[in-house]
């Protein structure tokens, strides 16, 4: 059985605002064997698509390597925009070794309440996958419950919107479950009717645009 650990701790500052929940990183962030294209830090992979997805966004310039440079690239746009990162699973045991959030067991929460009282200007949680098994959403319903709270819905167009106040606390928080980043999800993507709409508009356009142009009024 392969023990999963997330190998960055959260990625959160005075000024954030907006707090970027996922799940886990590829095992091999966690075992140190990153591939030349990779980026040492979260959302890094090279086969992941949040990084792209902000830098066609913003404009970035960033570069895709196992570099200092390209690390503190995305740092410094985080502390610009005042973005954090905190990935709600500490750990997880597998009996595959992969990047499946369906093969996740034994699953260990960060107890991402304590850092939302902590940083009291975070007003927005980006969820990079919905309530789907094992997804970011799914996960921190679970979290909530052992504060006896949950999430109330805002609305049910995707992305989801929900909101929760922080346990003994007036603060409200907007939660946004972002369509997830990875290419495990193009096939969901593939059946939302505003994809539909956008490829029959715009034919030269992919599952990545489509993510641009959802994930935008967010960041």
């Known amino acids: 059985m392969f023990l999963h650990t997330h190998p960055y701790p959260p990625f959160i500052f005075d000024s954030t605002t907006k707090l970027i929940v996922g799940t886990l990183p590829p095992p091999r962030f966690t075992t140190g064997d990153l591939k030349a294209d990779d980026v040492n830090f979260c959302y890094g992979s090279r086969d992941g698509q949040l990084w ?9 310039d960033l570069k895709y390597e196992t570099t200092e440079e390209a ?3 995305r740092k410094q746009f985080l502390i610009n925009r005042g973005i954090g990162i905190c990935d709600i699973v500490a750990s997880a045991k597998r009996e595959k070794v992969d990047a499946s959030d369906l093969g ?6 960060r107890d991402l309440i304590t850092f939302l009282q902590k940083y009291s200007k975070i007003d ?6 919905g309530n789907s098994k094992n997804g970011p959403e799914y996960f ?6 052992a504060y006896n709270t949950k999430l109330e819905e805002v609305s049910n167009v995707v992305p989801r919107v929900h909101q ?4 003994n606390s007036k603060r409200l928080i907007k939660t946004v479950s972002l369509t997830a980043p990875s290419g495990a999800a ?3 993507v593939g059946s939302l009717q505003k994809y539909k709409e956008m ?9 990545i645009d489509f993510r641009i142009e959802q994930y935008r009024p967010f960041f």
């Open 186 to 188: 193009n096939r969901a």
């Open 199 to 207: 490829k029959a508009k715009f034919p030269s356009k992919n599952t």
């Open 104 to 109: 996740m067991q034994d699953v260990k929460f």
């Open 52 to 60: 792209p997805i902000l830098n066609a966004i913003f404009n970035l």
């Open 124 to 129: 927005t949680l980006l969820f990079t996958g």
């Open 164 to 167: 929760f106040l922080i346990p």
């Open 71 to 73: 690390i503190t690239q």
């Open 140 to 145: 921190f319903r679970k979290h909530l419950a």
